[in-house]
């Protein structure tokens, strides 16, 4: 079955241009993450979704960066004046339920390079 | 809060050869351990995770773990490895009780050499 889904899959944007990343989830997925990882680190956690409502962004680094779910299914980041430190992989994963222990299915990455 | 550390950024092995990476965490609380690999330009596919009962975790690929509470590790084997293993892999923690929110170590790159 379909897995979950990332696009584009490689960005180049300029300093300070805004850039908006999909994320298509397994379908009825209730769960969606988005994780940030930075070059030879492990993905750090940005941002959470159970269905539309955001329940955790305190992982968003700035209020450059803006996350939304409106229907509950697909979701996309914004980064809004994109700077050079935001280079790195962004990646989204979906659970089905919502409880801690749930396995995650990831999403190849967006990778997004700022010069 | 948790932390989790990877002890160890790399490591070499020749094929057919036993490998164990090591996984420490810290909490105040009970957590979930799981370990990811990743792939080249592959999302993050879970190994194995650790929710409660038996202590030895078994998953995909010929891989096992071990949860040792008192020394607050997690550490990951396979008795002989493959070519194919060759990848990253991550060691993450979340709440238990909590929702699904990882906290991921470093990583450590297993590199299999014929």
């Known amino acids: 079955g379909a897995g979950v889904s990332q696009s584009p899959r490689y960005k180049v944007a300029k300093r300070g241009q805004d850039v908006a990343l999909r994320c298509d989830p397994i379908?009825?997925?209730?769960?969606l993450f988005w994780y940030q990882q930075a070059l030879g680190q492990g993905p750090e956690f940005l941002t959470y979704?159970?269905?539309?409502?955001?329940?955790?962004k305190s992982g968003l680094p700035s209020d450059r960066f803006f996350a939304e779910r409106p229907e509950g299914s697909v979701s996309t980041l914004k980064i809004q004046r994109t700077q050079q430190e935001d280079s790195a992989v962004y990646l989204c994963?979906?659970?089905?339920?919502?409880?801690?222990?749930?396995?995650?299915?990831f999403g190849p990455g967006t990778r997004l390079l700022v010069l | 809060a948790q932390s989790v550390t990877q002890l160890d950024s790399q490591v070499p092995v020749f094929e057919e050869a036993p490998v164990e990476l090591r996984c420490n965490y810290s909490s105040s609380v009970s957590v979930y351990l799981f370990w990811y690999v990743q792939y080249p330009n592959q999302g993050l596919q879970l190994l194995l995770k650790y929710l409660s009962g038996s202590t030895l975790v078994k998953g995909i690929n010929g891989f096992e773990a071990e949860f040792n509470k008192s020394q607050t590790s997690f550490h990951l084997r396979k008795p002989s490895v493959h070519i194919s293993d060759t990848a990253e892999y991550f060691c993450a923690v979340n709440l238990s009780g909590g929702y699904n929110k990882l906290i991921f170590g470093a990583g450590t790159r297993l590199a299999v050499h014929p």
């Open positions: 979704f159970q269905n539309e409502a955001q329940l955790d």
């Open positions: 379908s009825g997925h209730v769960s």
């Open positions: 994963a979906s659970s089905l339920g919502s409880s801690g222990g749930e396995t995650q299915y």
